[in-house]
């Protein structure tokens, strides 16, 4: 009976040992994250929304964790390049996704499904969000949401809007659009924003669908009308121009949200420290006010609701997708 016990003992005791180590050494990771400097891929060229928002993000967290965390531009495929590379990536928290809506829309978008993003990364945190808004040339004919669908319904796809291209962004909030009004138009899709713009300040195409940001400087030199804001909340840059919700449409919101992802194997003690310390920056006035500067709102939360949101969008990509057989560019 005494040696039954004894031999009992011993077991438990070498199973704990690994248990104590595992439980150690993910401790003492989490503590000496980061040794060296972090990458964060971004899918977008550099100037662009989600490198600002990366860079502010990756700034502060240089402060506060004491080590240098590098943008790194891949553009390309639809930010599928920069997406792979970090799915790719080992996952010891050196290689970071600062990632936008692409990455639920392109799993539908492009055949066959490049990743599996549910599966293939590890949500960080949230970041923030920034509106599509709709603007038109400034003699476009329409003065605000409400004359364009007007115009609009009387002409069913006579009205053209440029677009950054097929399935970005704007692009799938425009359908949304369409959808929830009740109209039709015709898209224009450019390779970038910088060219839609340029042509609808010139009077080639009336509309354009674009993030605030990117819209933000030719609408204060009177080359381009905000028509409105596709968030629940004014944008900051505009603050005279009604939400979508507040031009009869309550609960339509088409923002870019973006999110920091890592490599789906990434130590979740390594994950909880990150996502700690981007709620902390959050909370900065610095990192607000940068965020303002884009025409956006911090969106601080839990891992989990990067996780859902990524999972709802995914859903409604998937379904627009399908009913509106976008194809990329």
Not at 23 to 49: D, L, N, R, T
Not at 128 to 136: D, E, H, L, M, S
Not at 185 to 199: E, I, K, S
Not at 225 to 246: G, W, Y
């Amino acid at each position: 009976m005494h040696h039954t016990r004894v031999s009992h003992l011993r077991r438990l005791v070498a199973l704990s040992i690994p248990a104590v180590f595992a439980g150690f050494w993910g401790g003492a990771c989490a503590q000496e994250y980061p040794a060296k400097p972090v990458h964060v891929y971004v899918g977008y060229s550099a100037g662009g929304a989600v490198d600002a928002v990366a860079r502010t993000v990756g700034q502060a967290l240089s402060q506060s964790m004491g080590q240098s965390f590098v943008i790194e531009n891949k553009p390309g495929a639809g930010s599928n390049i920069a997406i792979k590379a970090a799915i790719d990536a080992p996952g010891d928290g050196y290689t970071l996704l600062m990632a936008a809506n692409a990455l639920a829309a392109n799993m539908s978008l492009y055949q066959p499904m490049p990743f599996d993003a549910e599966r293939d990364l590890a949500p960080i945190a949230l970041v923030g969000r920034v509106p599509v808004v709709i603007a038109a040339n400034a003699n476009a004919p329409y003065g605000s949401i409400k004359d364009l669908i007007h115009a609009a319904q009387a002409k069913p796809n006579a009205i053209s809007f440029a677009s950054p291209g097929n399935g970005a962004t704007p692009h799938m909030a425009m359908e949304l659009f369409e959808r929830a009004a009740g109209i039709q138009m015709q898209h224009v899709p450019y390779r970038g924003g910088a060219q839609a713009l340029t042509d609808t300040i010139g009077g080639q195409v009336p509309l354009v669908a674009m993030n605030a940001l990117e819209v933000a400087p030719h609408v204060k030199s009177g080359r381009l009308k905000v028509l409105a804001v596709l968030s629940v909340n004014r944008s900051p840059i505009f603050p005279d121009t009604p939400t979508i919700a507040e031009s009869g449409f309550p609960g339509f919101e088409a923002s870019v949200w973006y999110a920091l992802m890592a490599p789906v194997s990434t130590p979740k003690t390594i994950v909880a420290r990150l996502h700690e310390q981007v709620q902390r920056a959050l909370q900065t006035k610095d990192v607000q006010d940068r965020m303002t500067q884009v025409g956006g709102e911090v969106a601080p939360g839990s891992i989990e609701m990067v996780a859902s949101l990524l999972h709802s969008e995914r859903v409604r990509y998937e379904k627009l997708v399908r009913e509106a057989n976008i194809k990329p560019n």
